[in-house]
Structure formats: C-alpha cells, structure tokens
T-cell receptor, first 115, second 111 residues
Framework: GAGVSQSPRYKVAKRGQDVALRCDPI?????LFWYQQALGQGPEFLTY????????KSGLPSDRFFAERPEGSVSTLKIQRTQQEDSAVYLC?????????????FGPGTRLTVL | KQEVTQIPAALSVPEGENLVLNCSFT??????LQWFRQDPGKGLTSLLL?????REQTSGRLNASLDKSSGRSTLYIAASQPGDSATYLC??????????FGKGITLSVRP
C-alpha cells in the first residue's frame, strides 16, 4: 500500500478483555515501531522490530502487552486483560532501513477505549 | 533519560503571521530530530528531519533549525494560514532508534 495502515481504527473493550491491534507497514520496510499516545501527550515508544526480530521491547508497560511480527511484515500488538489506563491511541510506524532511517512513517493509529 | 519539552502548549495567531515553535531536549547525544504535524484523530506526518550533523532543513514555508550543543530546535512557519492549524510535535531519535517526543504545541491560525 501507499502508506502504513492500522486496524481497527477504533476499539472499545470492557475491562479484562483481550485486544489485538494490527499494523500493515509500507511494503519492504525493514523497521517497525509501536508507540502509545495518551490524551494530550506525545507518543511514547513501546517496541521495535527489525524484520521479524524484536530488538527492543523496553517500552512495553507490563507483561500484559505483547507484540509480534512473525514474517517480518504485518505486526500485531496484543493487550491481555485490558485496564482503563490502557486507553490511548496506539501508533505504528515503519522505516525503510534499520535504525529508523531515513525517517519513520506513521499510520493513523488505533484509538483504544477501555470501559 | 532524554526529555523533550515544548512550550507553550497552545498558540493562537492571526493569519499571515510568521511564527516560531520551540523545542528543547536534555541529552545532546541525538541521531536526528524530527518535526511532525498531527491533525485531530489522525496519525503523524513528518515535516522535516534534521540529522545531527546538520544545522537546518527547509521545506516550502517551513524551516527547522537544530543547535545540538544547547539542546534546542525551532520550527519557523512563514506567512501562517488557517490550514496550518494542527498540533506540532518535536521528536529526537537516539542511536538505538527510539523516538522521544515532546507533548506538542497546538497551533490555531485565525482567518
């Protein structure tokens, strides 16, 4: 596709439910990033993939968060037993080469609301 | 820990004004700095990227400068238009690829 796509665009979950958020990066992009953006805040780094390898997951807030990119293209961010504090916009970004070069291109995000 | 600050949080200007958005960061060991635009309910659009070895980048009415030693960057918008109304985010990238963002400046350009 022409850009990074994410689905669903909006997700409402009851507290305790599991959710899965999908990211389709730009075709051929090596690097893929997940960020979490709370209301009124800047995005915060969650995790980074280079192809299928998850090189950095230091930003994942708890062991309820899990991300994968099994074939080095599409990625899924899974949140188990969702809590109200998980409500945020989850942004995915991809870049052509390693280390986010030349620039990271962002998708529209998935807005997660946990009731 | 890298911290990125953008002040003020919001700005309202009349159409046609030239304006400067400021960004400061605490750790000068950066790989590059990017300015992004975010429209309500949308993702981020990269406006300008400045490599750590560069001083500035220009694109149309936008000019971004970088002073690594003082930990500052500015985004200059010439002849502002109502269509420029959005949130502008500054982000610095470390050598480990992580982007650290400021909270953004919400700009409103009044017709």
């Amino acid at each position: 596709g022409a850009g990074v796509s994410q689905s669903p665009r909006y997700k409402v979950a009851k507290r305790g439910q599991d959710v899965a958020l999908r990211c389709d990066p730009i075709s051929g992009h090596v690097s893929l990033f997940w960020y979490q953006q709370a209301l009124g805040q800047g995005p915060e780094f969650l995790t980074y993939f280079q192809n299928e390898a998850q090189l950095d997951k230091s930003g994942l807030p708890s062991d309820r968060f899990f991300a994968e990119r099994p074939e080095g293209s599409v990625s899924t961010l899974k949140i188990q037993r969702t809590q109200q504090e998980d409500s945020a916009v989850y942004l995915c970004a991809s870049s052509l080469l390693a280390r986010g070069t030349p620039a990271q291109f962002f998708g529209p995000g998935t807005r997660l609301t946990v009731l | 820990k890298q911290e990125v600050t953008q002040i003020p949080a919001a700005l309202s200007v009349p159409e046609g004004e030239n304006l400067v958005l400021n960004c400061s960061f605490t750790d000068s060991a950066i790989y590059n700095l990017q300015w992004f635009r975010q429209d309500p309910g949308k993702g981020l659009t990269s406006l300008l990227l400045i490599q750590s070895s560069q001083r500035e980048q220009t694109s149309g009415r936008l000019n971004a400068s970088l002073d690594k030693s003082s930990g500052r960057s500015t985004l200059y918008i010439a002849a502002s238009q109502p269509g420029d109304s959005a949130t502008y985010l500054c982000a610095v990238e470390r050598s480990d690829s992580k982007l650290t963002f400021g909270k953004g400046i919400t700009l409103s350009v009044r017709p």
